[in-house]
């Protein structure tokens, strides 16, 4: 069964980044749409960024646009969220994702697997 791997979280301080990295302890990233969530304390998981299958279209929540960036390498099955200008409001566990189809979405419902999650914590 493959299972999504994120890395790269931790405590930075606000302003500064964090490069989150997901990759697929078996199996492939390639033939699927990413996306990265979170879910802060006490709130419902939201969409941050997502990314299609060939790495050229991708969308991002009004709240992290023009901070944060969704790449992908299929020769390195990897998919990373680059994270700048950092926020206390973006502390949250972070969590990768894919769905079967070209495109993301920002609709957590239709991606069929999810990664354990790694934590971010921005102080202020």
């Known amino acids: 069964q493959v299972q999504l791997v994120e890395s790269g979280g931790g405590l930075v301080q606000a302003g500064g980044s964090l490069r989150l990295s997901c990759t697929a302890s078996?199996?492939?990233?390639?033939?699927?749409?990413m996306g990265w969530f979170r879910q802060a304390p006490g709130k419902e998981r939201e969409f941050v960024a997502a990314?299609?299958?060939?790495?050229?279209?991708?969308i991002y929540a009004d709240s992290v646009k023009g901070r944060f960036t969704i790449s992908r390498d299929n020769a390195r099955n990897t998919v990373w969220l680059q994270m700048n200008s950092l926020k206390p409001g973006d502390t949250a566990v972070y969590y990768c994702?894919?769905?079967?189809?070209?495109?993301?979405?920002?609709?957590?419902?239709?991606?069929?697997?999810w990664g354990q999650g790694t934590q971010v914590t921005v102080s202020s």
């Open positions: 994702a894919r769905r079967n189809v070209w495109f993301g979405t920002r609709n957590g419902m239709e991606y069929t697997d």
């Open positions: 078996a199996g492939t990233l390639n033939n699927y749409a």
């Open positions: 990314i299609d299958l060939s790495g050229t279209a991708t």
